[in-house]
């Protein structure tokens, strides 16, 4: 790897990996705030101020924004997550500096004019209906919220109907100010860059971001439980989970591990099992998320109400043999799907400047692929299974949606767990 840090006086960090046989560059800013940094007036803040941030400068109208770095033949896009806010761009070698200004601009400069304020609002409204017609995402956000109660890593990153509609310029101001801070924000570039370059033009136009770092967010204690929504939908949506691991504990490689063996793909049991062998679901797959002190580990599926009832105790039964017969062959496809998806994001310059620019925020440093592997390739079978069984001695979390009266409570996933 060929990756280059500076630390500016202000605290900001820039990070490049130039990739010689590319003529393109992917140029993005990270800020360490999201959803779970706001607070309950503020629920939705993060994802309206990353909507914003393209609606207009001192120096550019949202169509001159888009107009220019289309004109360039680049794209300009954003995204809100639980503890991360990107913006970023895509453009031609040449057009690195115009990247940067733009998104510059947009972070340092954005006016939040009162007309496009009150437009954009109606967009997120309309996204927040859209995703509440999308059952199978929606029911990642009950499972959220059901898992860290009345906390602000498990309320929804679109915010609510009320909170949004609420929200005044000033509020959208005074957020940015408390957060978006130089100690807190990272910009990555990857692909046909140059490093000096880069850092020359961060420091000019990344200036004005003001020094100190926010205070950081409160922690998250995982609880569990049961949210279930009856709708006359044909299928029912279930997520069912527990507690995982944060992304800086030493066991996160392995939980991700044992999501992968059970329920990553078309080999694994969960797949096999309910899907192949006994047509219980179109789509079944198990997941591992880590955040900065929490994580979520478990499974989804989409089934019809009659295969309610056999779907959720064969999927917990194959959860639990898992964690006493796991085999060193589905090890070995579980470690190399986590090793085919690092080399992939080394290959893309959008996904290796994201990773590099995360890895910073968690970690003060980007580390090196031989040592991801290293600490995969480390990670024996007893590990797996241990790490999956104390997941599963956690206490349940349910969601469901659709027609779920067959739907197994949190007490009944627990005593079908019971000898895990």
Partial sequence: MSVEITTLPSGLRIVTDRMDQLETASIGVWIAAGSRHEHANEQGLSHLLEHMAFKGTRRRSARDIAEEIETAGGDLNAATSVEQTAYYAH????????????????????????????????????????????????????????????????????????????????????????????????????????????ADETEKRFGSLPANQADAPQPAKYKGGDTRVKRRLEQAHIVVGFEGLGYDHPDHYAMHIFANAVGGGMSSRLFQEVREKRGLAYSIYAFHWGFSDSGLFGFYAGTGKKDVVNLMPVALDCLAEATQNLT??????????????????????????????????????????????????????DDVRRVGAAALRSAPTVSAIGPISKVLSPDRVAERLGSV
Wanted: charged share 25%; no cysteine.
């Fill in 91 to 198: 453009v031609l070698a040449a057009d690195s500096g115009l990247a940067l200004d733009i998104l510059a601009d947009i972070l340092t400069e954005s006016t939040f004019d009162a007309k496009e304020l009150e437009r954009e609002k109606g967009v997120i409204l309309q996204e927040i209906s859209a995703a509440e017609d999308t059952p199978d995402d929606l029911v990642f956000d009950l499972f959220n919220a059901t898992a860290y109660p009345d906390q602000p890593i498990g309320r929804a990153i679109l915010g609510t109907p009320d909170g949004v509609s609420s929200f005044k310029r000033e509020t959208i101001g005074a957020y940015l100010d408390t957060h978006y801070r130089s100690q807190a924000t990272v910009i990555g570039a990857a692909g046909a860059v140059e490093h000096a370059r880069i």
């Fill in 328 to 381: 060193e062959a589905e090890l070995h496809r579980a470690k190399a799907q986590m090793k085919v998806s690092l080399l992939a994001a080394l290959e893309s310059p959008g996904a290796r400047s994201e990773q590099m620019a995360r890895q910073l925020l968690a970690f003060d440093r980007v580390l090196p692929r031989a040592e991801i592997i290293e600490k995969i390739d480390s990670i024996g079978i």
